[in-house]
């Protein structure tokens, strides 16, 4: 079985993006043992979120990280970014940037990966 997954972030609220690092634990604690990739793919509002500093910022950056070490990719759109003025320089480490969040999340889904959208 096939346990891929994509979440995607497209809203500029922390309060989502928390939501979505819960449910990204949340699916790595429910698959012990079991091999699958999981991405978070953000475009829109929500790939500022990625360069965002202080405050609140500071605990979601340290779960980002967390999920990172365990291997959780964060995809962070770049025309989103552009259309911010954010330099891929800003990102949180380990963000990876792709040049069309909504093509990643398509070509995720092509290759099988279940999507899923808070």
């Known amino acids: 079985m096939n346990y891929d ?11 989502i993006l928390a939501l979505v690092l819960r449910n990204a634990e949340n699916y790595l604690n ?12 953000a475009n ?4 500022p979120l990625f360069a965002a500093e202080g405050g609140e910022f500071d605990a979601l950056r340290a779960k980002t990280a967390e ?9 962070i759109c770049a025309n989103a970014l552009a259309e911010n003025g954010i330099a891929h ?6 963000c990876q940037v ?10 995720l889904q092509r290759e099988g990966f279940a999507y899923i959208k808070p």
């Open 67 to 75: 999920l990172m070490q365990r291997g959780v990719r964060f995809k």
């Open 30 to 41: 429910g698959l012990p043992g079991e091999s699958f990739q999981l991405d978070v793919v």
């Open 89 to 94: 320089e800003r990102l949180w480490p380990g």
């Open 5 to 15: 997954v994509c979440l995607h972030l497209d809203a500029r609220d922390p309060a």
């Open 44 to 47: 829109g509002g929500g790939a």
């Open 98 to 107: 792709v040049p069309a969040g909504l093509v990643e999340v398509v070509r």
